[in-house]
């Protein structure tokens, strides 16, 4: 197998069945990237999800921008895109979950939040790009890192530092003698793995899934010799049903994830009960 982890198909081309080569498993390699520009030994670099991070964040605006410049009664087909998915979001997500009083201030984030998400997860599906770029722990780690920064300043702000204390800690006297065990554990559970599992669930589904079209791919390419055609068939059916399945996945995580985010905001808000 190549060491070069840049190649489009991340794996050798020339390698298939009975060929006396072992198959190209995917692997960590394939979420390797070596730098576009810079040097990765200095940590200044800059290179493809840094560039598929870019181009989706240029994308999102630039639909948005087209749909919303010159707003009409009668909306266009742009127009009338963009505000189903505006609404769905404002409507379905956050006034759902917040509330419309005090919800429709997070309407902006929740939305940016969430097609961002999605064209992430989308690159996966993209010929050339062909990578989530949300299966790099590093970018759920700050998104959710920026949903925790939010939900703790706003829960300091509504609160004060008792009631902070109160909600993290889930304080309530009817709890009796487990009080002291269920604070320590409400404590650890919103402090610290709270943030962790914001980010690791959406990492964990993008790079499982990437990993599983990879694996089909490879496979049905590999297979692709002598008897080994009939089997390379069936395996790319199932990149087919696979495919299909990411573009469900890659909208679930990102719905998963604003609604998350939501739950936190109206957590910090709410009074303590």
Known sequence: MSADPTQVLAFETDCHIFDGCGFPAPGLHSFLFKPLWGDADSNVYFNKTMLLALLGSIIIVGFFWAAFRKPKVV???LQMVAETGYDFIRRGVVYETIGKKEGEKYVPLIVSLFFF???MNLWSIVPLAQFPVTAIISYPLVLALIVYVLW???TFKRHGFVGFFKNVTGYD???GAVLPLAMVIEFFSNLLVRPFTHAVRLFANMFAGHTLLLLFTIASW???NGIGIAYAGVSFIMTIVMTAFELFIQALQAYVFVLLTCT???GALAEHH
């Open 75 to 77: 909306p266009g087909k």
């Open 117 to 119: 998400i999605w064209m």
């Open 152 to 154: 703790i300043s706003l």
């Open 173 to 175: 006297k009817s709890l």
């Open 222 to 224: 590999y297979l692709l």
């Open 264 to 266: 936190y905001i109206q």
